[in-house]
């Protein structure tokens, strides 16, 4: 199981907030500041019940949502499972969690006291995965719109309809997939459940029906803080998904810099310029797993698509970004860019200027920390889109379509 990645969840309000505080009180203000904010993240959650009839596909929607390897998921397969709701966490933001709802349809399962004794207001949303709309699935709905909570439903297992419609006369899939849709929908009406959203979905293919869709319209309905932790917890679905971590991973690269400019810096040996050596290491790992492109996360897109990973890393720019991160590593980076130079310029101009040390070392800092976890993330941004295109190119090999794996 991979380890949790410190916390990357600042948004613009929460930089404004940091500064606002060194300003006020200084270094010790802002230690206070990003404890405080730092307290506050760990208590958001966000909590999805998965919900419907047993086999409908809640387990194999979990595992993709969640990017679960199989050491990771929830079980899938022909048999039920489970009477019990089970959680499952993201592997490395552990505050995302799904939970898995038992299929109410087998024989002599308590439907009534299972209801009675369940919990909907504790969940922020709820899916709910069909082949069709059921009784049970109308129960669910209403119980989680009762409790005052979005609701998704998701059709499943659209690759099969797929499969068995291709070869009639006639078949055009956009129509195909726009009547399987209105089905739905008009199922959900004549139940009487109002305004809900319906995705077509398939496991084996997530790129090519509404799943991305579905990810952005949750993220739509969660709060500020919440979104931020959800978007970076999904999987790289599109460019799209890509630069929605970028922007997220900018905020907290603001706050990095700040906490830089104030925490003890430790200078670095042939360059003696001050920065936080440990704390850029250890953001660099964060946003690279955050963007799928540590070894683990590799590994598990590889097997998802059929590749080895150097297949998957083949014409990226930008081999550092495989390897391993650690301070050296960062040294490396910094004596290779352009801040190197700078800093060496700015470096003679103290010698001259000494009463001016400890405040340009805080400036330094600052800049430089900005600098490196800035660079840093546009040469992973870059690498993880060429990954994410040779993923596509095999899922397309596999599956004879344009998207998905
Ligand atoms: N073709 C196809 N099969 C799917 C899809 N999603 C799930 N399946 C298969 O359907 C079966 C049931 O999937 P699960 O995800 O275990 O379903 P579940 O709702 O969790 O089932 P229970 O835990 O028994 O309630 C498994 O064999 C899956 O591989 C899909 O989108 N397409
Ligand atoms: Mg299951």
Redesign the pocket.
């Known amino acids: 199981m991979a380890g949790a990645v410190p916390n990357l969840c600042y948004n613009r309000r929460d930089v404004l907030d940091v500064v606002a505080a060194y300003r006020r009180g200084g270094v010790q203000g802002l230690q206070l500041a990003i404890d405080d904010k730092n307290k506050q993240m760990s208590n958001v959650h966000v909590r999805i019940a998965v919900m419907?009839e047993?086999?409908?596909?809640?387990?194999?929607l979990i595992n993709a949502l969640l990017d679960l390897d199989d050491e990771e998921a929830?079980s899938?397969?022909?048999?039920?499972?489970?009477t019990e709701i089970t959680p499952y966490s993201h592997p490395s933001l552990p505050n995302v969690h799904c939970y898995?709802f038992?299929?109410l349809n087998t024989p002599n399962f308590p439907v009534k006291a299972f209801m009675k004794k369940t919990k909907f207001a504790e969940y922020d949303l709820g899916i709910i995965?069909i082949e069709r709309w059921t009784d049970n699935d109308q129960l669910l709905a209403k119980a989680l719109k009762k409790a005052g909570k979005s609701l998704y439903v998701v059709r499943?297992?659209?690759?099969?309809i797929v499969k068995s419609e291709r070869g009639k006369k006639g078949y055009n899939e956009d129509v195909m997939l726009q009547s399987v849709w209105k089905n739905c929908c008009s199922s959900l009406e004549k139940a009487g459940i109002g305004k809900t959203r319906v995705f077509l979905?398939?496991?084996?293919d997530l790129n090519a029906y509404d799943f991305p869709e579905l990810q952005k319209t949750v993220v739509s309905d969660l709060s500020e803080t919440q979104k931020q932790l959800f978007l970076l917890s999904l999987p790289n679905t599109s460019e799209d998904s890509i630069n929605e971590k970028r922007e997220a991973l900018r905020m907290s690269i603001e706050c990095m810099a700040a906490i830089s400019a104030a925490i003890a810096v430790i200078p670095v040996p042939g360059l003696s310029l001050a920065c936080d050596l440990v704390l850029i290491a250890s953001n660099i790992l964060a946003m690279r797993k955050i963007l799928g492109l540590d070894n683990e996360s590799l590994g598990k897109l590889a097997k998802r698509v059929g590749k080895r990973k150097y297949e998957l890393r083949r014409d990226t720019k930008h081999a550092w970004v495989f390897g391993e991160i650690n301070q050296e590593q960062v040294v490396l980076l910094l004596k290779r860019s352009t801040v190197a130079a700078v800093l060496t310029v700015a470096e003679l101009v103290l010698d001259f200027v000494p009463i001016l040390s400890s405040g340009f070392g805080a400036t330094t800092s600052y800049w430089v920390t900005r600098r490196m976890l800035t660079n840093s993330l546009e040469e992973m941004v870059e690498t993880a889109k060429i990954v994410l295109r040779n993923a596509e190119a095999a899922a397309s090999a596999t599956h004879g379509r344009a998207a998905g794996y």
């Not at 047993?54 to 194999?60: P, Y």
């Not at 899938?76 to 489970?82: A, D, I, L, Y």
């Not at 979905?201 to 084996?204: A, H, L, Q």
């Open positions: 419907g047993s086999g409908s596909g809640k387990s194999s929830a899938t397969g022909f048999n039920e499972t489970t898995d038992p299929g995965v499943s297992k659209i690759d099969q979905y398939s496991s084996f």
